[in-house]
């Protein structure tokens, strides 16, 4: 993939990896990014002026509508999306704490929302050339986190419809890709990051995950997801007991 001369979509884009990532993209491609935040949107911009920043939330069916069709209309020029925008409930599935809450919100925002989003853009990019869909999963998806029950669930759905989207177009002009996290310092951890797994800075993942796109992977490992996905194979229990360390199961 030429990441230059695009024009790029971004999620989640006004803080964290999707900002660190529209950092990188911005002195070659026109990159717009999208949030809730009016106020964050605003300091992104500020940091860098070049960015083009919409209002939305990706979860509400009638903004999202509406931010394809200002999107489409404003930039026809788009070839590249990028499914960034994440967050987590923090859910106990034995006294149900988090869970409804989980349950609608994360599915919504992690999974009913990026593919929504590639089904409204899909005509449009099946038009552009050197068009991209990238969807930013996590290596949660080989192996949950029991008090990330529904962000896991979501990921790995939307991991499975990365799949199959990708071999949808095969033989088209759209590429289908997905990158899969590690743990990453971010304001998505909410001052509580894990201290079992070392994290790595949004910009050492947005610089890999970039890589890997220039490559033309279609699936990119960024850290210990790869290990994810070999204990998943290999030594699920144990993969299991090292994600959730600090949460063991009843009777263990």
């Not at 790029?8 to 884009?13: N, V």
């Not at 999202?64 to 788009?78: F, S, T």
């Not at 853009?121 to 949950?144: D, E, F, K, Q, W």
Request: aromatic share 4%.
């Amino acid at each position: 993939m030429k990441l230059a001369g695009n024009t790029i979509l971004i999620t989640g884009g006004s803080e964290g990896i999707g900002f660190a990532m529209a950092r990188r993209l911005l002195p070659h491609n026109t990159v717009i990014v999208c949030g809730r935040s009016q106020e964050k949107l605003r300091r992104a911009k500020v940091e860098l002026p070049g960015l083009v920043t919409e209002v939305c939330d990706v979860t509400d069916e009638h903004e999202r509508r509406e931010l394809v069709a200002r999107v489409v209309d404003r930039h026809p020029e788009l070839n590249i999306l990028i499914n960034n925008a994440g967050a987590k409930t923090p859910t106990n599935l034995l006294t149900g704490e988090g869970v409804a809450a989980g349950l609608a919100y994360d599915t919504a925002l992690n999974f009913t929302a990026p593919a929504a989003l590639c089904g409204a853009l899909l005509p449009h990019m099946m038009s552009r050339p050197r068009a991209a869909i990238v969807n930013m999963t996590t290596g949660l998806v080989y192996l949950p986190k029991a008090e990330q029950a529904f962000y896991s669930a979501a990921k790995a759905a939307l991991h499975s419809y990365s799949q199959s989207l990708r071999w949808a177009l095969q033989g088209a002009p759209l590429s289908v890709h997905e990158v899969l996290l590690t743990l990453v310092d971010t304001n998505f951890h909410q001052g509580k990051l894990p201290t079992n797994i070392p994290a790595i800075s949004a910009d050492e993942a947005a610089r890999v995950s970039l890589e890997g796109l220039q490559q033309d992977k279609p699936q990119i490992h960024v850290g210990k997801a790869a290990l994810a996905r070999w204990m998943a194979l290999l030594a699920p229990q144990r993969g299991m007991a090292i994600v959730n360390q600090g949460h063991p199961g009843v009777g263990t």
